[in-house]
């Protein structure tokens, strides 16, 4: 069974960091990734990174203050959330592709105060 467990989400103030964790029970995915989705809001795509670890994109909201990685021992993926701001508010859900299917987490919440 294919299952993604995020962590990592809490309180923080505008220009904090937060680092979030998503441990995968799966073996082969091809790509892995990070969206978000806020009250009233679509989820959005945050970033995204194909199997052996290299960044393929992020979102432009992001771009320079996020950074995705990957562990591959712990096979665990990462998102390091820098200089945040209260628009990055949202849950955040780990994403990744197996086999042309896709497999989400629970999502984790994030919250950052002005």
């Known amino acids: 069974q294919v299952q993604l467990v995020e962590s990592g989400g809490g309180l923080v103030q505008a220009g904090g960091s937060l680092r979030l964790s998503c441990a995968a029970s799966?073996?082969?995915?091809?790509?892995y990734g990070w969206f978000r989705q806020a009250p009233g809001k679509e989820r959005e795509f945050v970033a995204t990174?194909?199997?052996?670890?290299?960044?393929?994109d992020y979102a432009d909201s992001v771009k320079g203050r996020f950074t995705i990685s990957r562990d591959s021992a712990k096979n665990t993926v990462y998102l390091q959330m820098n200089s945040l701001k209260p628009e990055d508010s949202a849950v955040y859900y780990c994403?990744?592709?197996?086999?042309?299917?896709?497999?989400w987490g629970q999502g984790t919440q994030v919250t950052v105060s002005s």
């Open positions: 994403n990744a592709r197996l086999r042309a299917r896709d497999y």
């Open positions: 799966g073996r082969g995915f091809s790509i």
């Open positions: 990174m194909n199997w052996s670890g290299g960044t393929i």
